[in-house]
């Protein structure tokens, strides 16, 4: 059985009551961020599985370990008796929701494209643990959330903005990406968003071309520091001779899930200290 995605909430809903569907009490999450979004939905208690790297609540530290997103074992899978599997549309490879598929087990879709799509899966997934309370006073918070930070950050002057997932290959965001999405709710412009692909391949010398005002690191705290000493032989990008490189938190940043608000408000913050920077340097016709 397939799980409806958030728009088709009432039409899955209507499907348990014909059919006798019960809440799932014995749940494997096939990506990080769906473990967040599952315990934001009031069903952290349910999780009997998980993948690597997902540490997020704490407690999931500790649950058997299922494989990667990329590579699930499906014997441990299996053995764990789960009766809902969340998996990540854009991750979870499709011959393993294929084997899910064969084998019987319910599954919930995970693909949120947008930030306002968060709060919607948990509303979703609320539906689906029969913890609607629990999961709409969630959403409800981080609706008010991104609500305030539209209001205080999305203004003038707009600084043209470089992510960076990776270094070798250089890999940052593309338009429809949500970091993408991010910056341009907090009044920036992402320097790739004329690039379809979530997460583009791109070269150096494009990006000292197109000169960001800002570069924003993702990686780990080793991979930042070594990335900030290699942008240093860029002096003439002005996000490099002004300083303005800053190291993002990418746990928050790079998963999909509740977290990602926390980290958009971070990224906010640090647009709008460059912001203040920016405008004693602009002249009036420029400041929009």
Not at 120 to 146: D, F, P
Not at 198 to 212: D, K, L, M, S, Y
Request: aromatic share 8%.
């Amino acid at each position: 059985m397939h799980v409806a995605k958030a728009p088709l909430a009432g039409l899955f809903l209507w499907l348990w009551l014909a059919t006798g569907w019960t809440a799932p009490l014995r749940i494997v999450v096939l990506a990080p961020h769906a473990g967040e979004l599952v315990c934001a939905a009031g069903g952290c208690d349910r999780i009997v599985g998980v993948v690597d790297y997902t540490d997020f609540p704490p407690e999931l530290k500790k649950r058997p370990r299922v494989g990667n997103y990329t590579a699930v074992d499906m014997e441990r899978l299996l053995a764990l008796k789960p009766d809902l599997v969340v998996v990540w549309d854009s991750g979870t490879p499709k011959s393993v929701i294929e084997r899910l598929e064969r084998f019987g087990l319910p599954l919930f879709h995970s693909h949120p494209h947008t930030l306002d799509d968060i709060p919607a899966e948990i509303e979703t997934l609320g539906t689906v643990l029969g913890t609607q309370r629990t999961a709409a006073t969630a959403a409800h918070i981080l609706r008010a959330q991104l609500a305030a930070l539209r209001h205080a950050f999305n203004h003038p002057p707009h600084p043209k903005v470089f992510y960076q997932i990776w270094d070798a290959p250089l890999i940052t965001v593309g338009r429809d990406q949500f970091i993408s999405q991010a910056i341009h709710l907090c009044g920036g412009r992402n320097l790739f968003a004329d690039l379809s692909h979530p997460a583009p391949t791109v070269n150096i010398e494009t990006v000292v071309r197109r000169n960001p005002d800002v570069i924003l690191l993702g990686g780990n705290r080793d991979r930042q520091r070594q990335w900030l000493k290699a942008w240093q032989q860029w002096p003439q990008v002005t996000a490099v001779r002004q300083h303005w490189i800053y190291p993002m938190p990418a746990d928050l940043l790079q998963r999909p899930g509740p977290r990602l608000i926390a980290g958009t408000a971070i990224l906010c913050h640090v647009l709008e200290k460059t912001r203040a920077q920016m405008r004693p340097h602009l002249r009036p016709s420029s400041r929009k």
